[in-house]
């Protein structure tokens, strides 16, 4: 059973307008996420992170935002970039890492 | 600081075969974790070592298997291959200690292997 869901497999976006990436989970009992960039033929690399006692966390142009009633998580890139382009894994860990399936994102010059 | 390695990068087996993947964890990270990725299912955890002890296990069939050695390299053998064990085989390490969650959590991973069974 997927304990964290990113229901969009892909997004397009243009370069400068903001990117959100959503997660969805439902394992209430998540102390932490993380969300990871993995461009092709590279292991996903660490994006940034929150705990879940925060409801945000910023660094440069990405944001995350922790909704725990929801139980929902949305990256923020602003502006967004050619560079960009990837696909974005959210993970929630609880003694382990839980990977949702991925979002692919395109920034269109 | 070198990153993590993984070899080897792409393998081709045929079914019934057994596969033997290695990982090199950066130096001075003790956890070492091994995930699956497949297309549509995102990435699987299958274990996580530490001080050559298996910590976690997901949710994956015995033909699985992993190790860690005192250096914290890892292998993961995978036993009787099929056709849906062709896969992105990712390792990742991290200086994560205990099971308490702080910032030493965060998880570098390889480049993968990539395996095809045929």
């Not at chain 1, 997927?2 to 969805?24: A, T």
């Not at chain 1, 993970?91 to 979002?103: C, E, L, N, V």
């Not at chain 2, 070198?2 to 045929?14: C, D, E, N, S």
């Not at chain 2, 860690?68 to 390490?93: H, I, K, P, W």
């Amino acid at each position: 059973d997927q304990q964290v869901k990113q229901n969009s497999p892909s997004l397009s976006v243009q370069e400068g307008r903001i990117s959100i990436l959503n997660c969805d989970y439902t394992n209430s009992m998540f102390d932490y996420f993380l969300w990871y960039k993995k461009y092709p033929a590279e292991g996903p690399t660490f994006l940034i992170s929150i705990s879940s006692i925060k409801d945000k966390n910023e660094d440069g142009r990405f944001t995350v935002f922790l909704n725990k009633s929801a139980k929902h998580l949305s990256l923020h890139i602003v502006p967004s970039q050619p560079g960009d382009s990837a696909v974005y894994f959210c993970a929630g860990m609880i003694g382990q890492f839980y990977f949702g399936t991925g979002t692919s994102l395109t920034v269109i010059p | 600081k070198a990153g993590v390695t993984q070899t080897p990068r792409y393998l081709i087996k045929t079914r019934g075969q057994q596969v033997t993947l290695s990982c090199s964890p950066i130096s001075g990270h003790r956890s070492v974790s091994w995930y699956q990725q497949t297309p549509g299912q995102g990435l699987q955890f299958l274990f996580e070592y530490f001080s050559e002890t298996q910590r976690n296990k997901g949710n994956f069939p015995g033909r699985f298997s992993g190790r860690q050695f005192s250096n914290s390299r890892s292998e993961m053998n995978v036993s009787t291959l099929e056709l849906g064990d062709s896969a992105l085989y990712l390792c990742a390490s991290s200086q994560r200690s205990g099971q308490a969650i702080s910032n030493l959590d965060e998880q570098y991973f390889g480049p993968g292997t990539r395996l095809t069974v045929t």
